[in-house]
């Protein structure tokens, strides 16, 4: 059978527009469908926008740590709708950059929403478009739990185009997006509070980087409220009343949920096709090569809730151009994949945690340093850096590294590389490093940490 493509991508975000530009450039004849704007969750509403708020708030850093370094400022004054105005115009430019280079590929945009008629069609505003493989790179988004009152609040979507700043901030949530917008709406000066049903901070990251972010976090003003769930919201004058379970009461001017995203599966028809989804969060399925229970369907990014990170959804979508039309099967690496958590202070991980480390060898040896800065001694800033290695005993191999401090991810990023090729900590500790720079410590770390059973006999 003749088909009008090869490949129909659905979702014109980074994981999308990866692998239509890489099957383009294969000779493959590719269309693309979006929605909305082209760019998708990172470029629009996630991690580009969100760099460029954070980057804001660390301005107010370095305003206060000048006068360490003998420099008389003004008081700073900050305009949040300049900020968002800017941000505006940045994520306008990358749109258009995005809609050129799927031009210049070859890919054909087609705009609206599409819904999967057979497993080789697409129907998209009343048109209906056949391909030999369908790509499903529909993204994700927020989610809020079902408690009266919750339609005053706004997710982090809203967020990123308030038209002002908040005086007062109760953020919901404990993961990654709370955390840094915590940070965010901090540093610009409003009076943030945090509201997670644990007992701490980002579940799955390291136990040491959450107690010591959330420390650190504190010490900046941002008060955490642990073990607190949100039974209902109210307006209150001019702002809002929060009643939690326990019976207390917050109170601020603005909401926001950060509590979890869903991949965008609803409404396209997947089920009745036969395209398998977890019944629980609407994810598909797919197996190592992104193929979803339809053989010529396939999903990647956020769709499958896997690994809901950009650059590991361009790794799938441009493993699978390279296997579908460049006779090189190529599946995405995903054992070690980095990431980072833009708070304030910032957050690098990669690799294992010591709790999965402990629970997946026989017997581990953890090194951890904390310590102040170079840069805080003339500032005064009494916040300090973590940093964590976490080593199987029998092979010597570094299983994880974890740091919170300033340029964690950059750092993190260089040790990446080293932990996908396998590096022991002998080579670690035979590696010189820069000095004086916070990096150079990872690679002088010689005193493992107590043993767990030894510091609670302690």
Request: with cysteine; hydrophobic share 45%.
């Amino acid at each position: 059978m003749t088909y009008d493509f090869d490949l129909f991508t659905i979702g014109a975000g980074s994981g999308g527009v990866a692998a239509s530009r890489r099957a383009a450039s294969h000779g493959a004849r590719v269309a693309i469908c979006e929605q909305g704007r082209v760019g998708g969750t990172c470029v629009l509403r996630g991690c580009v926008p969100k760099k460029l708020l954070v980057y804001a708030a660390h301005f107010a850093d370095e305003a206060a740590d000048a006068a360490g370094y003998g420099w008389r400022l003004a008081q700073p004054v900050h305009s949040w709708p300049e900020l968002i105005a800017a941000k505006n115009k940045e994520t306008s430019r990358l749109e258009t950059v995005y809609r050129k280079m799927l031009s210049d590929a070859g890919a054909r945009l087609i705009e609206g929403r599409a819904r999967l008629i057979d497993a080789h069609t697409v129907e998209v505003a009343g048109t209906r478009y056949t391909a030999a493989n369908i790509l499903l790179a529909i993204g994700g988004h927020p989610v809020t739990p079902r408690i009266p009152g919750i339609e005053h609040v706004i997710s982090s979507d809203q967020a990123l185009d308030l038209p002002e700043l908040p005086r007062r901030i109760v953020i919901v949530g404990g993961g990654y997006i709370a955390v840094e917008f915590a940070g965010i709406f901090s540093g610009l000066g409003a009076q943030v509070q945090l509201a997670i049903r644990g007992d701490e901070i980002l579940n799955g990251f390291d136990d040491d980087v959450r107690t010591h972010l959330a420390r650190a976090m504190r010490a900046r003003g941002i008060v955490i409220h642990a073990r607190t769930e949100i039974a209902a919201i109210r307006k209150a004058g001019r702002g809002y009343a929060l009643a939690t379970k326990a019976g207390a009461e917050l109170s601020a001017d603005c909401v926001m949920y950060a509590t979890g995203r869903a991949p965008t599966t609803a409404g396209m028809g997947l089920a009745e096709i036969g395209v398998a989804l977890d019944p629980e969060s609407g994810a598909v399925k797919v197996d190592d090569w992104s193929r979803s229970s339809v053989p010529n369907v396939y999903a990647i990014g956020d769709a499958t809730d896997l690994l809901n990170l950009t650059p590991t959804a361009i790794a799938e979508g441009r493993a699978l151009a390279e296997t579908l039309f460049n006779n090189n099967p190529t599946s995405a690496r995903l054992d070690v994949v980095p990431t980072a958590v833009f708070a304030n202070p910032t957050v690098g991980a990669v690799g294992l945690t010591e709790a999965e480390a402990r629970a997946r060898y026989p017997a581990i040896d953890v090194y951890r340093s904390v310590f102040r800065p170079l840069k805080n001694t003339l500032s005064g800033r009494d916040e300090k850096t973590l940093m964590k290695l976490v080593v199987d005993r029998a092979s010597g191999r570094v299983l994880g590294a974890h740091m919170v401090g300033p340029d964690a991810p950059e750092i993190i990023g260089g040790l990446a590389v080293a932990l996908s090729c396998g590096a022991t900590k002998t080579q670690f500790d035979k590696t010189i490093g820069i000095h004086p720079t916070a990096s150079e410590e990872f690679v002088t770390m010689y005193v493992k940490a107590t043993e767990p059973k030894a510091r609670a006999a302690e």
